[in-house]
């Protein structure tokens, strides 16, 4: 077992330091090394060393008797049958009243100005909405602090210090953490951390502080907004609890409703759209309407299979950077009635003999497929 360090070089003074200079280079050095501050693995036992010197060199009789005899003392541990166990005093009071506080969320006096909670709604806008870029309302029914209350929660806004803990909003705990003992601090639980007590509860919003009211916003929806993009309206949002702090944000989540023919991929636009075999094979052209004010003409070459596409460049949607458009991409699918009367289905096996026939098609094909391989 290695030897005990002097408890001088431990905490790094000299053995004529007076209390002031103990304390000081205590604080430094308990900063540096607590586990809770100091994630290497010998953290804790460091502490534990920090500790211990303090709390001999800091009593002065324990002190008389180390600088007499050292750790040989004859009167064995100055702590005891069970030697060290633990740091049984305030470290809040040595460390400073912000140690604590940074680690586990604490202060002296519990701050109540806190920001209320965000809230998130979705709203729903059409494709020609995104391609212009336009005003949009919605109405809803939004919180804010209770008129009677103040937000308080309390009868007429009337409220007082929590008895349990000193109007603070948080409580300190003793706690053994390892070898040692340390102060933690909490919410107050009579009080739920907001520091304050009232004899009464709100009639109107039965103490919860809050009560809601209709009302009417606008905002812009972007040019080429996708879906899902979130708009935040600054401070719409819940009120800061216990009548205090600043509101939260309202975000207007916006979903793209979806059109009779068009899909869309990111700028582009994209549609499929029947065929008749004849107008496949002699070629057509189809106008139909567009949401962006102008009719889109779609031309069909002669001679297009099913599962072609032809496309339209710049009448897609706008890029989010505010210039150009994408492509409305056109998929050209046979169209095929379910039934044909006997005149029609007579016409196509003429057609079908006129144009050699199925059968001799697919051999065609087959014997293509064979040449190929060889």
């Known amino acids: 077992m290695s030897e005990k360090r002097d408890y001088y070089e431990v905490l790094g003074v000299t053995k004529s330091a007076d209390d002031s200079e103990l304390k000081k280079a205590f604080r ?9 501050k100091n994630d290497s693995p010998d953290a804790e036992s460091k502490f534990k060393e920090i500790q211990e010197a303090y709390a001999v060199l800091s009593d002065s009789q324990k002190r008389a008797n180390y600088d007499r005899f050292g750790h040989n003392s004859p009167g064995g541990s100055p702590f005891g049958a069970g030697g060290f166990q633990g740091f049984n005093i305030n470290l809040d009071d040595i460390l400073g009243g912000d140690f604590f506080s940074n680690i586990f969320g604490g202060g002296s006096r519990r701050s109540t100005k806190r920001q209320g909670n965000d809230i998130l709604v979705r709203h729903s806008v059409s494709l020609k909405s995104v391609l212009d870029g336009t005003e949009e309302e919605i109405t809803l029914d939004l919180p804010h602090h209770c008129s009677d209350c103040n937000g308080t929660g309390a009868k007429d806004g009337k409220v007082s210090d929590c008895t349990e803990c000193d109007g603070q909003g948080r409580v300190r705990i003793r706690q053994q953490v390892g070898p040692f003992v340390q102060d933690a601090v ?5 009080c739920q951390g907001s520091g304050m007590s009232s004899a009464a509860r709100c009639k109107k919003c039965a103490g919860d502080g809050l009560d809601t009211s209709e009302e009417t916003l606008r905002f812009n929806v972007p040019k080429g907004a996708s879906d899902g993009t979130r708009l935040r309206m600054r ?10 702090g600043t509101s939260g944000d309202l975000f207007i989540e916006l979903r793209i409703e979806e059109h009779a023919w068009f899909e869309r ?7 499929s759209i029947p065929i008749g075999f004849s107008d496949l094979a002699l070629g057509t052209s189809i106008t139909i309407s567009h949401f962006d004010g102008k009719d889109l003409t779609i031309k069909i ?16 949607l706008p890029s989010k950077r505010g210039f150009g458009r994408g492509d409305v991409v056109v998929l050209l699918k046979l169209y095929m009635p379910k039934k044909f009367d006997k005149a029609t289905k007579k016409s ?4 079908r003999d006129s144009l050699d026939g199925g059968d001799d098609i ?4 087959i014997d293509d497929a064979e040449d190929r391989r060889s």
């Not at 430094?28 to 809770?36: E, G, L, N």
């Not at 909490?186 to 009579?190: G, I, N, S, T, V």
């Not at 991929?265 to 549609?271: A, E, K, R, Y």
């Open 186 to 190: 909490r919410d107050c639980p009579q």
């Open 362 to 365: 697919i051999d065609r094909i």
């Open 28 to 36: 430094s050095m308990a900063r540096k090394f607590h586990p809770d």
């Open 235 to 244: 401070s719409k949002g819940q009120p800061g609890p216990f009548g205090k």
């Open 301 to 316: 070459p002669a001679g297009s299979n099913s599962g072609d596409t032809t496309i339209i460049s710049g009448r897609g």
């Open 265 to 271: 991929n990111g700028m582009d636009l994209i549609m």
């Open 348 to 351: 196509l096996k003429e057609l």
